[in-house]
């Protein structure tokens, strides 16, 4: 791999390590700090490598230099000598040699503590997302602006206020204490599972950039399928259903970008691969007697990678949908319902079914109505297209329903 390839590679993939490390090392209230020497680190890399050529072994070289610039900054910096280093796990005086652990053991433990310290309820949705893909997964403000559909002024607030927060809480960076991990689990398992959504169902058409972000909701997921602390059935769930839907994202869009519908999906495209493995998490997920949404819609994605067109099927469907909306009711999946609602019962019933719901500041509620309704009769089904692509954000979804409102009228 050519530097050009090589540094944005492992800034991905060791940005985030070397500034969680660095992070639960000097504290949140430092995080700054921490970011940048990560930077400089890479910025050294960048000036290093061009004229002396690529070490024989990358990572270790960055390992090395981020600890002498930890270093360094502690020696340099009288107030960070005297006011931090006093209160460092690895060092009890200021004249006591600064360690960097970056062994992967320690890499891992730190980025699952940031994890339960970045998903703190006083923290918005939507900023925890945002410091996970900054802190824990290395992506950049331009990377994460894009898969806000925001502008880089925007995500550099939200990043600000979040670690503010954080600093006021004084969030330390460690693991809950035994009677506290159930109940700060499920904010984790929240947030990844947003993260997850936001790569999957992005509107962003950035397909590499979509399929990044699902990769590193699905890693950190498998990180607390790994300690002993967090695999539980739950966690398992989660991370069954994001191979489920994972599998699937090849055939979601063409060469173009555009959408592919379920029905029109080619199988052969599916990954099996990790069908199988959601299909085994999905079994580790039923040890215990612990019921979570994930486990529910875990059960949805995998009957959408069973492509038979069966009543049985979607009569299974209609029940996990009813189950999940016992558990957690969202007006999305009672829509999604109403779907499977409309395959077991047929569409009149369906159109009953989903009118109740009465969603008319949603484009999906009239894109299912004129689904419902075509075949019965186009002309309302027509007009609930127009009041789909009336509320339509993006360019994708606009073509998706034109091409319905053409095929209703015969064009």
């Not at 703190?120 to 824990?136: D, G, K, M, N």
């Not at 069973?306 to 009813?322: G, I, P, S």
């Amino acid at each position: 791999m050519e530097q050009k390839e090589l540094i944005p590679h492992l800034f991905r993939t060791e940005f985030s390590k070397i500034t969680t490390v660095l992070s639960k090392l000097f504290g949140i209230k430092h995080i700054e700090i921490a970011e940048d020497i990560a930077g400089d680190t890479f910025l050294s890399a960048f000036e290093t490598w061009s004229f002396k050529g690529i070490p024989e072994n990358p990572t270790a070289w960055l390992y090395t230099v981020a600890k002498n610039k930890a270093k360094n900054y502690l020696q340099r910096n009288q107030t960070f000598r005297e006011k931090v280093a006093p209160h460092l796990s690895y060092t009890s005086s200021p004249s006591q040699e600064i360690e960097v652990d970056l062994s992967d053991r320690n890499i891992t433990d730190s980025q699952l503590q940031m994890l339960f310290a970045i998903c703190h309820p006083s923290i918005s949705a939507e900023a925890q997302i945002a410091l996970a893909l900054r802190i824990l997964c290395g992506f950049g403000i331009d990377e994460i602006a894009a898969a806000f559909l925001t502008n880089k002024e925007t995500i550099n607030k939200r990043l600000f206020r979040a670690k503010e927060k954080l600093k006021q809480e004084k969030m330390p960076i460690e693991f809950p204490g035994e009677a506290e991990i159930d109940k700060r689990l499920e904010p984790v398992l929240r947030t990844l599972y947003l993260f997850f959504n936001e790569g999957y169902y992005s509107e962003s058409h950035d397909a590499i950039l979509r399929k990044d972000l699902c990769l590193e909701a699905m890693r950190l997921t498998y990180l607390l399928i790994e300690n002993d602390r967090t695999d539980q059935p739950a966690v398992n769930a989660l991370f069954a259903l994001m191979c489920f839907h994972s599998s699937r994202f090849d055939a979601r869009t063409n060469e173009n970008g555009e959408i592919i519908l379920y029905q029109e999906q080619d199988e052969t495209l599916w990954n099996q691969e990790l069908i199988t493995r959601g299909i085994y998490f999905m079994k580790e997920a039923a040890r215990g007697s612990e019921i979570s949404k994930y486990h529910w819609e875990a059960g949805i994605a995998y009957w959408l990678t069973v492509k038979t067109d069966t009543k049985e099927k979607w009569e299974d469907v209609l029940q996990l949908y009813n189950r999940l909306l016992i558990t957690e009711y969202s007006p999305i999946a009672a829509l999604n319902r109403t779907y499977a609602f409309s395959k077991v019962y047929g569409k009149a019933a369906g159109i009953t079914e989903a009118e109740k719901l009465n969603l008319t500041n949603n484009h999906f509620y009239y894109t299912l109505l004129g689904e419902l309704y075509t075949g019965i009769d186009d002309t309302r089904a027509k007009i609930n297209f127009e009041n789909a692509l009336s509320l339509a954000k993006t360019k994708t979804d606009k073509q998706v329903i034109q091409a319905k409102i053409d095929k209703t009228m015969g064009g």
